[in-house]
Each structure stands twice: as C-alpha cells, then as structure tokens.
C-alpha cells in the first residue's frame, strides 16, 4: 500500500470529522432539530472532537455544543455532566482566536439559565479565561467574552460578585470606548447585569470611571447601544442618592430628554426608566429634573406610550409630585392629572393601573388646590371604580383605595366628591361625608347646592353604626339645615305625609 493510499484513508477521515460537524452545528441551529440531535447522542459524539488535532474541527464542534446548551436548561446540563467545560476552559487560553469565541459562546449558552448552571461555569474556572480574553486584540473575542460575563453577573449579587473579583469591571470599561458598536453594546450591557444587584457592586463600576463614558454615549445613533447605555446608568442610580448625583454630574440632562420620543420604544422605556430612578431619591433631584424640562416631557412620553412602556414615566411623575407640594404642582401645571387619568382608565393591565392611582394620589394628597385639580379631571369616580372592581388585584385595589382617602381627605370641591355619596362603599364614604361635614357649615351656597343636587337626600339613606365617625359626620351636615328640611328628605317621610293625609278630617 502507497503512502497516497494509507494518507487517503487520514484524509477521508478528517473530511468526515469536518462534514459531521458542521452538519450537527447547522441542524442544531433549528429548534426542531435539537431533540432528535439529543437523542442520537450528538453531545458524547461532538465532545472528543473538541480535542481534535484540526482546529476548524474543534471550532465548529464548540459552536454546536453552544447552539445545544443555548436551547434548554436540560441540554445546558447534560454539557456540564459530560465534563465539557473544563475542557473549554483549558483550551480558551491555547487556542486561536475562532476557537475562544465559540467556547465563550458555550460558556454563556450554559451560564444564561440559571443561578446554579452559572455557579457551574465559575466553578470550572472559567471567569480568569474569559478576562484573559477581554485583553485580546481580536474584537469579536472580546464580544464573546463579555457577553458571557454579563450572562453569568445577571442571575445574583454573589455570581456579579465573583465577576467583579476576577477583574472584569476595568476592562468592560476599556472594552465601551472601543469603535466596534457591537463591542460596545456588549460591554454596556456586562455593566448593567453587574451593577443591578447592590450599591457596592455599582459603586465598583462607578470607580472604574464608567459613568464617563456611557454619559458620552447617550446620544450616539445606534439605538441598541442607547438601550444598554440607558440600561447601565438606571441600574447605577436606583441604589442610593450619592450614586444618582454621580449620574446627573455627568451632566446627562437635558440632552437625555430628546430620547424620550426615539424611534426604538426599548431606548425610550430605558431613559424613563433612568428618569424615574434618579427623580425618586429627593426633592432636590427631582427639581433639577423639572428644571430641565424633564416634567413636560415625561407627560408627553406617558401620553405618547402603552403598557409596560408606559409604565416608568408613570411611576417618575408620581415620585416627582410626592417630594413637595411644588413638585406636584409643576407636574399638574405640566397637564400630567390628565395623561394619568388616562392611563387609570385606558391601560388593561392591573399593574399600571395600580401606578398610575398611586401618582394621582401623590399629587392630589398635598393641599386642597392639589386635590381639586386631581378631582376637577374626574378622577375620583374612576378610581372608586378600580377600587370596587371585582376583579381587581390586590395591589390596584389597595393604591386606588389609597388615593381616593388621600385625595377626598383634602378635597374641598363637593361638586366633585358628590358622585361617591351614590356609589361609594361604607370605608370610602366615611371620608367624602367627613369632607361635606368640614365645609358645609362654612359655605350657604354650598349648602343650598347639596339639597338641590340631592346631597342631602342620599346622605339621609346612609345606615351609619351610631358612635362612629360617619355618624358624626351626618350630624355635622344635618346641624347645617333647618330640621324640617332634613325631616323633609328623611326616607319614610312622604309616607308619613300621606299617613296624615288620610287622617286629616277635613272641616265640614
């Protein structure tokens, strides 16, 4: 036999090593697919392969082990029992540039379900390979290493932890002023899953000196470089005031508020999002928001949004008007009662609802201007009926109840809380009669309207318990009236007319 003849068999070999490879990476990239490859045994078959002496072998052998992990957590597993990752791990430090990006690619398919699959990959020793290949020169390396960092930091405060000790941060940091957007994208995104979980983490991208750079960025065209620059600054400033201002010092406002009407709704929920985080700290904060213009434009951006989009500027405005009663009246002058109002009535999800009753009450709760530029847009009756909703949650119904009592205890416009005497249960009540009894005795116009309207009628079908606040409250409203008029709207009174009709003996 020739030595063409004993290299042919080598080379057919290697052709069908090559040619099974790519073929499983190809099949493995459709999701039907990976159940039938599962089955074959494809993950045994592939995983020697990626010890093959040709590097396009192992490569691509990498990549289809990814694309199996990437599927489902029960794929991700059955590669860390094979014993998979320590090889990957190994070879991402020898290897050539292709072959680190398609083990970073396993490392993060494994690590993105759960807590304990990315314990897994940080266990092997992944986390010191991955940094090692944040210091390529090759970009896509990079990508890939971060992007796998990121996947592991996002499930807990102890895996970010084990990121962060590995030296990740500075070079995520020295990866977003890199030119390649996708690079930057990444990167920002790392920083974010990093930062959510506890101030000390987000203290520690802060020292990295990343707040610089992502504010520089926050205008940049690309819009999914804007969600995740967003994203990172929002996750830095929700944990504590110190870290808010480092945001606002970068001096991100008011540029920020032209990407509130973006054309990407993930761009314009992130800067919300950011908005909200940095106006629920203190009053102070939230006034240099107003300052900038941020109050009339978060209005627009509720008005101009729906659902869960909508919801961050929902939450910002009620943050706003809770610090003072000056904020809440920049946010009424800003037309926001009616924006809210309509996200209360429009939005069919409960959890916006429920944001969007808690803002009002915000605003409303302050003084009685406050409460009477809440109650004039017709808030009340639409706040009573998602209280009274039999399939509210318990959360709407808890806000709703809450704004109602916050707004009607300083509410002084009856013409608004009238509607509740008709329709109100007995815990709302309470408090639209208290305002009736507080200033009817003050005001004779207001009282010759609350017989006419029918006020005084109703509130003598009202069965209060005796002794108890509401009681009271009615003998407040009845002391304001002469007692045949009272006696006059009392239920059974036309009876007891029409009894002394018939008894009446006329004279002969």
Known sequence: MST??????????????????????????????????????????????LLDIVP???????????????????????????????????????????????ASFVLRAVAKHSPALAQSVVDCGALDALVICLEEFDPGVKEAAAWALGYIARHNAELAQSVVDAGAVPLLVLCIQEPELSLKRISASALSDVCKHSPELAQTVVDAGAIAHLAQMVLNPDAKLKRQVFSALSQISKHSVDLAEMVVEAEIFPSVLTCLKDEDEYVRKNVATLIREIAKHTPELSQLIVNAGGVAAAVDYVGGSKGNVR????????????????????????????QLSMALTDEPEDHIQAAAAWALGQIGRHTPEHARAVATANVLPKLLKCYTRADASEDLQTKSKRALKNILQKCVHLPSIEPLLHEAPVNILKHAVGQFSKVLPHDPAARRLFVTSGGLKKVQEIKAEPGSALHEYINTINN???????????PGYSDQLLDRVEQFEPVA
């Open 480 to 490: 304001c009236f002469p007692e045949e008029i009272v006696r006059y709207y009392s």
């Open 4 to 49: 063409r003849q004993v290299m042919q068999v080598f080379e057919q070999y290697q052709k069908a090593r090559t040619t099974f490879v790519q073929t499983v990476a190809e099949l493995a990239s459709r999701s039907q697919n990976i159940e039938i490859l599962q089955n074959a045994g494809a993950m045994s078959l592939l995983r020697p392969l």
């Open 311 to 338: 919801l961050p500027g929902v939450m910002m405005l009620g943050y706003v008007a809770a610090h003072s009663e000056n904020l809440a009246m920049a946010v009424i002058v800003s037309k926001g009662v009616p």
């Open 56 to 102: 396009s072998v192992q490569q691509t052998a990498a990549l289809a082990l990814g694309r199996l992990a990437n599927y489902n957590e029960d794929l991700a597993e059955a590669v860390v029992k094979a014993d998979i990752l320590p090889q990957l791990v190994y070879s991402l430090a020898e290897q050539n540039r292709f072959y680190k990006k398609a």
